[in-house]
């Protein structure tokens, strides 16, 4: 069993950063590919960013790609989201995930894959 935390949101200016994290804790998710979600009301949840156990492999949605970086420190058991250039648009619950399975280094699991869930941090951006 893997208990997720997220941390790090708060109101921002547009224009500004933010960097998220997410400490696990139970068991190391060295091995556990992990991601980034976030959700609004009304919408549903987008998949921001991934990254896979070994962090050779990531990918970020178009909608933040070179304004977000994901990264994991396997060592301290965390998983951090670097958010630059944030937009009113981004402005939502993110959600931090782990998954759960035997996977190559570079892999990157589908979403229905993603077996533990944070509670999310809010990340409100507005002047």
């Known amino acids: 069993q893997v208990q997720l935390v997220e941390s790090g949101g708060t109101l921002v200016q547009p224009g500004g950063s933010l960097r998220l994290s997410c400490a696990a804790s139970?068991?190391?998710?060295?091995?556990?590919?992990m991601a980034w979600f976030r959700q609004t009301p009304g919408k549903g949840r987008e998949s921001v960013c991934d990254i896979s156990w070994s962090g050779t492999g990531t990918y970020c949605a178009d909608s933040v790609k070179g304004r977000f970086t994901i990264s994991r420190d396997n060592a301290k058991n965390t998983l951090f989201l670097q958010m630059d250039s944030l937009k009113p648009e981004d402005t939502a619950v993110y959600y931090c995930?782990?998954?759960?399975?035997?996977?190559?280094?570079?892999?990157?699991?589908?979403?229905?894959?993603?077996?533990?869930w944070g509670q999310g941090t809010q990340v409100t951006v507005s002047s």
């Open positions: 139970g068991r190391s998710i060295s091995r556990d590919p």
């Open positions: 995930a782990a998954a759960e399975g035997t996977y190559s280094g570079s892999y990157l699991p589908p979403e229905r894959e993603y077996k533990y």
